[in-house]
């Protein structure tokens, strides 16, 4: 019997990784649903039915005889009960920071290194948010031009940043514009603290961009820069790869955008770049700038990719700056193929092989 848990249920991701299985529909004989004390007791519908939230405790966890766990609950909560849940035989795959750089923890994006999953001890990480989607689109062109370096620039959904999050950007809007007749959102950007209490950001997100993503470290470097660099790095299994990143919160409700310049050892022609890309398990190449009087997009937009576990790929042009250098700009919902949709690929392709061994 193959019976999975959810630890995080109730969250942002969590709720997504339960719309993602009921999309799915996979070979699953049993799930249990877990939050945190304070989430304990709620009835989520799941599959049509009635499930009640149970707390995450070590008597819960084994209790409950798990063959897979997925982990949306953060990285304190990781570091605490995915060993617990490991030990009891369980495989664990993780949303959080918590096991990413272990040496002994596969980071794996279905696309790019699927075989790194039958490599697990018991927990396998899912990577970054912003890390999914830009290796992704690096990975075939790596296979082809060989990678030198990379500068990431990247401009990132309030959902990233949770519920806290999606309220500071709502109650920025609520907060700063009056809206007219006809819906025409008027005295926008005008600063307004009464009553105004950020639940996350340090500034406001409404009509600001706040390069500031995670803590700062002593580098100069925020946490989530340095995440890109060192999981970008373990994912390709390049580690000295000169890499650098800026990431930026936008205001925007969901799905990141990047934009990726890179450098080739190898030179390229544009168009077999773009038919490499089209070929890439996981690419939507948006790339239409030629045809702007068409009803196709020109290039991948949040909107467009928001609900969709693809990859997008658009503005693919040739850095005339130095030899073979690119510009490619990569759009993805976050919450989907950056989190949820990555860990239940991950499971779809262990319950492949569970087919044959449990």
């Known amino acids: ?32 649903l877990f939050a945190s004390k304070k989430s304990a007791g709620k009835i989520m519908k799941f599959f049509g039915k009635d499930y009640e939230v149970k707390e995450l405790t070590k008597e819960e966890i084994k209790k409950a005889k798990l063959t897979f766990a997925i982990f949306s609950a953060g990285t304190d909560v990781a570091k605490e009960f995915a060993p617990i849940v490991a030990e009891t035989g369980a495989i664990v795959i993780d949303n959080s ?70 309220d500071d950007l709502e109650n920025g809007i609520k907060q700063y514009c009056e809206e007219k007749d006809n819906n025409l959102v008027t005295n926008c950007g005008k600063e307004k603290t009464d009553n105004f209490k950020l639940k996350k950001f340090e500034y406001p997100i409404f009509n600001n961009c706040l390069p500031h993503i995670d803590i700062f470290m002593d580098n100069g470097y925020t946490r989530e820069e340095t995440k890109m660099i060192n999981e970008t790095r373990k ?9 650098t990143a800026t990431c930026v919160r936008v205001p925007v ?68 700056s130095v030899k073979s250098g690119l510009n490619i700009w990569v759009v993805a919902d976050n919450i ?4 949820a949709s990555n860990a239940v690929q991950i499971l779809e392709l262990l319950l492949k092989k569970a087919g044959s061994t449990y």
């Open 253 to 320: 409700f969901n799905s990141h955008s990047e934009s990726i310049n890179v450098e080739f050892e190898n030179d390229f022609e544009i168009d077999d770049v773009k038919e490499t890309l089209k070929k890439a398990n996981g690419i939507i190449v948006v790339d239409n700038i030629a045809n702007s009087d068409s009803k196709d997009l020109m290039y991948p937009i949040s909107t467009f990719a928001t609900g969709s576990d693809n990859v997008y790929v658009g503005r693919i042009r040739r850095d005339y």
């Open 97 to 166: 920071n918590a096991f990413r750089m272990d040496h002994d923890v596969p980071l794996v994006v279905p696309e790019v290194n699927p075989e790194e999953i039958y490599k697990n001890r018991g927990i396998i990480a899912n990577p970054n948010c912003s890390t999914i989607q830009a290796v992704v689109a690096l990975k075939p062109l790596d296979d082809k031009y060989k990678l030198k370096r990379i500068v990431y620039t990247t401009f990132q959904a309030v959902s990233g940043a949770g519920r806290d999050g999606i």
């Open 1 to 32: 019997m193959i019976k999975v848990g959810i630890i995080g249920a109730t969250g942002v991701v969590g709720r997504k990784v339960l719309q993602v299985l009921e999309e799915k529909k996979l070979p699953i004989d049993e799930y249990e």
């Open 336 to 339: 989907r193929k950056g989190a």
């Open 235 to 243: 994912i390709l299994k390049k580690d000295n790869l000169p890499i």
